[in-house]
Structure formats: structure tokens, C-alpha cells
T-cell receptor, first 113, second 115 residues
């Protein structure tokens, strides 16, 4: 496809379950970003990949959050032992160059019950 | 660390009226500045960006923004608002140095357009 895609679009999890969120960036984009957007807030940075290398994970809120991009294309954000405070929209973005426009996917809305 | 402030949480304007959404940033050097729009259930769409050069930048959908270094501001404007402009608007900054290339967003301004 032409844009960034994310799946699933909606995920409901029971507290304590593990979840995996997928991001397919725009083909050829070397940079990939994950953001978390809580209700009524702006997106907040979680982590950043350049190709398969995770260069910045300073925004991950706890060690329950883990992201990977093993082949430098598709990325997965995994949340272990989900908590209610993890409920948010998780946005993925990709860009072709450092500092250039980031193209966002539609997001995955995670609800933890 | 860089930060962005959007002082207006909600703004209501009449269709056809002019619009200005405020954005103030905090950063030690010249930042890269962006305005994004988010419609319900949609991802973020870039309206415009400022990297350097002319401080008045034109974007899509008739929007423009002006970078004012002395005021640390990057306000978004549109001369005549359309009902379809109702959405949430986010100002964001990338630090050229030190902050990596992650976007730091403001908390957003929700725009309502009255017909």
C-alpha cells in the first residue's frame, strides 16, 4: 500500500494479557517511530528505529514494553502484562530521512479492561 | 529538552471566519516545526513544516504558519474556515541537535466549526 498501515485497528485486552501491535511502514523508509496517544493528549514518543537498529527507546514507559524491527521493515510493539494505564492509541510513523516528514498510520486503539 | 505549548484546548469559529491557532515552543536553537491535523479515527496528517528560510510557510488545505523566533511561536492561520476543517490540530517540534529526530507534540487544539 501507499501509506503506513497498522494492525489491529482495535484491541481489547484483559489486564495481565500480552498484546502485539504491528506496523507496516512505507516501503523504503528507513526510519520508524512508535508514539503513544492517551485520550485528550498529544502523541508521546516511545521508540525509534533506523533500519533494524533501535536507536532510541527512551520513551518506553516500563520494561513491559518491547519493540522490534528485525528485518528493517515491519515493526512490532509488544506490551506484556497489560495494565489499565496502557489504554491508549498507539501510532506508528515512518520517514525517509532524518528530520524529514513523518508519515503516520491510523493507529491501534488499545483498551485494557 | 524541547517542549511545545498549545494554550487553547478548544476553539469554536463560524464557517467563513478566519482562524489562528497558537503554538509556542521551547528549544535552545532553531527547531524543525510542524503542524499536524487529526480527524476522528484517522492518523495524523501533515499540514505544513518549517525547517529554515522564509518564516511564512504555506501548507495544504489553505493553511499557513509563521515562525517568529523572538516570540518562540509558530501560529497556524487560515483566512476562511470550512466546516470540513473541524478536527484536532497538533503543533510539534523536532530538535535539530540533542533531541534526536523524535517529534515532541503539544496537547492539541480541538477546532469546532459552526455553520
Amino acid at each position: 500500500g501507499a501509506g503506513v498501515s497498522q494492525s489491529p485497528r482495535y484491541k481489547v485486552a484483559k489486564r495481565g494479557q500480552d498484546v502485539a501491535l504491528r506496523c507496516d511502514p512505507i516501503s523504503g523508509h528507513v526510519s520508524l517511530f512508535w508514539y503513544q496517544q492517551a485520550l485528550g493528549q498529544g502523541p508521546e514518543f516511545l521508540t525509534y528505529f533506523q533500519n533494524e537498529a533501535q536507536l532510541d527507546k527512551s520513551g518506553l514507559p516500563s520494561d513491559r514494553f518491547f519493540a522490534e524491527r528485525p528485518e528493517g521493515s515491519v515493526s512490532t510493539l509488544k506490551i506484556q502484562r497489560t495494565q489499565q494505564e496502557d489504554s491508549a492509541v498507539y501510532l506508528c510513523a515512518s520517514s525517509s530521512e532524518l528530520g524529514n516528514e513523518q508519515f503516520f498510520g491510523p493507529g491501534t486503539r488499545l483498551t485494557v479492561l | 529538552a524541547q517542549s511545545v505549548t498549545q494554550p487553547d484546548i478548544h476553539i469554536t469559529v463560524s464557517e467563513g471566519a478566519s482562524l489562528e491557532l497558537r503554538c509556542n515552543y521551547s528549544y535552545g536553537a532553531t527547531p524543525y516545526l510542524f503542524w499536524y491535523v487529526q480527524s476522528p479515527g484517522q492518523g495524523l496528517q501533515l499540514l505544513l513544516k518549517y525547517f529554515s528560510g522564509d518564516t511564512l510557510v504555506q501548507g495544504i488545505k489553505g493553511f499557513e504558519a509563521e515562525f517568529k523566533r523572538s516570540q518562540s511561536s509558530f501560529n497556524l492561520r487560515k483566512p476562511s474556515v470550512h466546516w470540513s476543517d473541524a478536527a484536532e490540530y497538533f503543533c510539534a517540534v523536532i530538535g535539530v541537535t540533542g533531541g534526536g529526530n523524535k517529534l515532541t507534540f503539544g496537547t492539541g487544539t480541538q477546532l469546532k466549526v459552526e455553520l
